[in-house]
């Protein structure tokens, strides 16, 4: 089955705690991203990574790292979360076109305390 | 910077009734997806639009694309309780090297039995 797999899919953590968000995909996309999405603001995108050792900023990446070491994984990485990083979390795939699906996964809701 | 304006932004009606949301922007989009969003998931793909005047049908579904490729509208007809959902567009990129996708906010359905 064709699918995004994020996980944890809750994660209460204290500010400055280091935490990764692992996303792995099992459709062989070169593009992923990671989005957050907040009430009244929608989907922001946070990074984008077009094929393995490729990635770069998206919209909202202040406070997050990421890496592509190999192409099905996609980790987020808050190295010193802070409460405004509370929010609910999606990484998505596609093949990398205009036209083409993405698929997301089921999400991880973050709080950050 | 492309921005996508859905509305309305929250709709609740009766099941049977009809409904219309509307996804609007100054800018020209390359194709135009539509996602539905069920709570504690991630979006899913309904469908995609890619040529100016397109009208697409998913069973009670009827989407379409502007001429211009500006906008787009979903029309549901005899709305279900299962059509509950945040409902979102999203438009391609028109170019360059980062295939994101623009989202709408989004348009919270409630459709009460």
């Known amino acids: 089955e064709a699918q995004v797999t994020q996980n944890p899919r809750y994660l209460i953590t204290v500010t400055g705690k280091k935490l990764t968000v692992t996303c792995s995909q099992n459709?062989?996309?070169?593009?992923m991203s990671w989005y957050r999405q907040d009430p009244g603001l929608g989907l922001r995108q946070i990074y984008y990574s077009m094929n393995v050792e490729v990635t770069d900023k998206g919209d909202v990446p202040e406070g997050y790292k990421v890496s592509r070491k190999e192409k099905r994984n996609f980790p987020l990485i808050l190295e010193s979360p802070s409460p405004n990083q509370t929010s609910l979390y999606f990484c998505a795939s596609s093949r990398g076109s205009s036209r083409t699906e993405a698929f997301f996964g089921q999400g991880t809701r973050l709080t950050v305390v | 910077t492309q921005l996508l304006e859905q509305s309305p932004q929250f709709l609740s009606i009766q099941e049977g009734e009809n409904l219309t949301v509307y996804c609007n922007s100054s800018?020209?989009?390359?194709?135009l997806q539509w996602y539905r969003q069920e709570p504690g998931e991630g979006p899913v793909l309904l469908v995609t639009?890619?040529?100016?005047?397109e009208v697409k049908k998913l069973k009670r579904l009827t989407f379409q694309f502007g001429d211009a490729r500006k906008d787009s509208s979903l029309h549901i007809t005899a709305a279900q309780t299962g059509d509950t959902g945040l409902y979102l567009c999203?438009?391609?990129?028109?170019?360059?090297?980062?295939?994101?996708?623009?989202f709408g906010k989004g348009t919270l359905l409630t459709v009460n039995p």
């Open positions: 999203a438009g391609g990129p028109s170019g360059g090297s980062n295939y994101k996708l623009t």
């Open positions: 459709m062989n996309h070169e593009y």
């Open positions: 639009v890619v040529t100016g005047g």
């Open positions: 800018s020209v989009f390359s194709s």
